[in-house]
């Protein structure tokens, strides 16, 4: 049954009741809060002790789920996310039913808040250049490193000033050991995206063309790929797939076991309106992933590129692995957090499947994820689709949250109150 039809379809009181005691005693509250609340919702004809059977058990169930928001702030704030542990007790107050729950968790706010402002009184402790130096090294290869050091304390200074944000002093101070060095080639490199960030692009491939050409056929690793990469993009800026298209097929060619350089091609082929070429150049990468645990955005790509060209049965498997895997890793109090891209292709195929109760159990799921900037559209759709499925109070519901989330924009809101005047009449 899904979420929608389970929430506000035609079981009854005896069904809830039998649900919620079963997973009680299972010890899964919340859904057996979910099942009580349910089955007083269905009260009529049922006894006083049956009803109040419902509720004392769903208020047990508001306090475990309390109390478990309470044990995973003390968790947060062993870790020192205080913020996240502060979210966690607002959740307990909001959900305990007993009022000795409830002030155990106003308690421990009232101490962490004071915690929280005393840290945020502190001046926070900058790193080190010795530190940020370490940071940035660990990503070099050896003899990247081993170069930058012979250049000595000018090269690292204009390497921190570029992190700290300063690119045009940065390239500057990069640009002065260039013109002293008389075989440079890591360097050329670092010029390259010091030129990048300062917007001089053809200054910026003179540098990463430099870089490549003097590198042997295995040597480079990690900083090859960044330069094809880089190169690609600047031959997209100035109009030349066919450019962009060489970058990337020169950077296949230098890693043939490695996907990643398939997955950028691929993006770039659906990007610029080719899925179908896009899915066969990801397809041909597919025994390069790892069989235990593939990489999430390379799947996405593919199921992405599959949905553009039409092909939604396939499109749905792998997308249907990315969703799985960010299941996986939901822990059991929390919401899941889908890939805004996957989520909505996803949905727009179910749809179009006739799976409107799917497709809305994905929509709602975004309404509540981290792409808070859309969170108006999600809410939107999920309303458009309950209302297909007849559920006119879960549509009420979320036009009235979306309705909150347009005040800056007239014309929206005068349709989703339209909408509701809809539902109202």
């Known amino acids: 049954m899904g979420f929608f039809k389970k929430m506000f379809g ?26 009580f609340e349910r089955a007083l919702d269905r009260k009529k004809g049922a006894t006083p002790d049956e009803i109040a059977h419902c509720e004392e058990r769903m208020a047990v169930c508001l306090d475990r789920m309390a109390e478990l928001h309470i044990e995973e702030a003390e968790r947060l704030v062993e870790v020192g996310d205080l913020d996240l542990a502060e979210e966690e007790l607002r959740h307990a107050m909001e959900l305990g039913s007993s009022d000795e729950v ?3 968790a106003r308690r421990r706010l009232e ?3 004071k915690e929280d402002a005393v840290r945020q009184a502190e001046a926070p402790e900058e790193l080190s250049d010795e530190d940020r130096w370490a940071i940035l090294a660990g990503t070099w290869e050896d003899e990247q490193l081993d170069e930058y050091e012979e250049y000595g304390e000018p090269m690292r200074q204009a390497l921190l000033t570029l992190h700290d944000g300063d690119v045009e002093s940065g390239r500057d101070q990069l640009e002065a050991i260039l013109a002293a060095e008389e075989e440079p080639l890591y360097l050329w490199l670092e010029v390259g995206r010091a030129r990048m960030l300062n917007e001089q692009w053809d200054g910026a491939e003179e540098a990463f063309r430099s870089f490549i050409d003097q590198l042997e056929d295995e040597e480079g690793g990690e900083s090859r790929l960044a330069a094809h990469a880089n190169l690609a993009l600047l031959r997209d800026r100035a109009d030349d797939e066919e450019g962009a298209m060489e970058e990337y097929g020169a950077a296949m060619e230098a890693f043939p076991d490695d996907p990643r350089p398939f997955l950028l091609m691929g993006r770039y082929l659906r990007e610029t309106g080719a899925p179908s070429e896009a899915v066969e150049v990801l397809e041909a990468a597919l025994p390069l992933l790892d069989d ?5 955005t390379f799947l996405e790509a593919l199921g992405l590129a599959l949905h553009d060209a039409g092909r939604d049965d396939e499109a749905g498997v792998y997308l249907d692995q990315v969703i799985s895997f960010f299941v996986s890793r939901r822990r059991a109090d929390q919401s899941i957090d889908y890939p805004p891209a996957t989520a909505v292709a996803r ?22 994820g981290g792409d808070k900037a859309n969170h108006l559209l999600y809410h939107r759709e999920t309303a458009r689709l309950v209302r297909e499925l007849g ?19 007239e014309a929206v809101k005068g349709e989703i109150e339209a909408q509701l005047a809809e539902l109202e009449g």
């Open 111 to 113: 101490t962490l808040e």
């Open 292 to 296: 235990d645990r593939p990489d999430w």
């Open 10 to 35: 035609g079981s009854s009181f005896q069904d809830e009741r039998a649900e919620g005691d079963s997973a009680f005693d299972a010890g899964d509250f919340q859904t057996a809060r979910a099942s």
């Open 347 to 368: 949905a727009e195929i179910f749809e179009a499947q006739g799976r409107l109760e799917k497709a809305a159990d994905l929509w709602r799921g975004l309404s509540s």
């Open 391 to 409: 559920l006119d109070e879960e549509a009420r519901r979320m036009l009235t949250r979306a309705l909150a989330l347009a005040e800056d924009d």
């Open 102 to 104: 409830v002030k155990r």
